[in-house]
């Protein structure tokens, strides 16, 4: 049996963490780019809160990875390029591609190697996905410099393709249900176990997702990760993933 005690050192650690990325983020959004060194991103976090979460920045950058990619939830990312490792927004390569595309139309193929955090191969195989869906414009020039353009008016085959979830489809009564279940079973406490809202809801699987897709993208929730091992399976199993794998334990309203 838990007692009040351990439960809240839970919710102070668990607070800690929220903390700690909400420290990051404001230090990306003060930068105005959408990825920093991993240094850099930690650094932002203040030094008593480094300290209760056992952070130490001049750690190997290996090392200093595991630490931090235990502080992520839906909003940052780490990204890793040959010799460097970042912090950025959570978003795909191809976003970041075009996202510099569009800020510095006609740039050059190396230029934009060198901007996206992640490796030069991979880089080159999102742009030539990109290109083959006909998002990105090539031009070469006469010293056969590669130039990339964003395309403003899509092939149609490209229409209609990896359409995000629509939050809006989501019905009203169903975010407001979703939302009272949270504030019964927290009973005033700010960190929820998800598992337990998706068993006091008992929707279908898909139904629970998409309410939890979209609160995210609404920015009316965080969710937050953390050490699964003293849950069980069903317990971990009715939990949230995201598109990418990613495991979420726990919910905090905004």
Request: net charge negative; hydrophobic share 35%; glycine share 4%.
């Amino acid at each position: 049996m838990i007692n009040d005690d351990t439960i809240f050192d839970i919710e102070k650690s668990m607070m800690d963490v929220y903390e700690a990325e909400k420290c990051m983020v404001n230090g990306l959004e003060k930068s105005g780019k959408l990825y920093l060194p991993i240094k850099t991103m930690v650094r932002n976090i203040p030094q008593d809160l480094r300290t209760r979460l056992e952070i130490k920045v001049n750690a190997p950058v290996k090392k200093l990875r595991s630490q931090v990619e235990r502080l992520l939830g839906q909003r940052l990312k780490v990204f890793s390029a040959k010799k460097s490792t970042y912090i950025g927004k959570n978003l795909e390569n191809a976003e970041i591609i075009s996202d510099i595309v569009q800020d510095h139309p006609e740039i050059s193929l190396k230029m934009v190697c060198q901007k996206v955090p992640v490796t030069k191969q991979q880089t080159i195989e999102t742009i030539n996905e990109m290109i083959q869906n006909g998002i990105l414009i090539p031009r070469i020039n006469d010293k056969l410099n590669i130039f990339l353009t964003l395309n403003k008016q899509p092939d149609e085959q490209t229409e209609g393709k990896d359409t995000p979830v629509d939050p809006q489809n989501v019905d009203e009564d169903l975010t407001s249900t979703f939302h009272e279940a949270y504030k019964t079973i927290g009973k005033g406490r700010n960190f929820i176990r998800i598992h337990r809202i998706r068993e006091h809801l008992n929707w279908p699987g898909d139904q629970f997702d998409a309410v939890m897709k979209s609160l995210v993208q609404n920015y009316q929730v965080e969710l937050h990760g953390g050490d699964p091992s003293s849950m069980s399976d069903d317990e971990i199993a009715n939990s949230f993933k995201d598109e990418n794998g990613q495991l979420f334990l726990t919910i905090s309203w905004r």
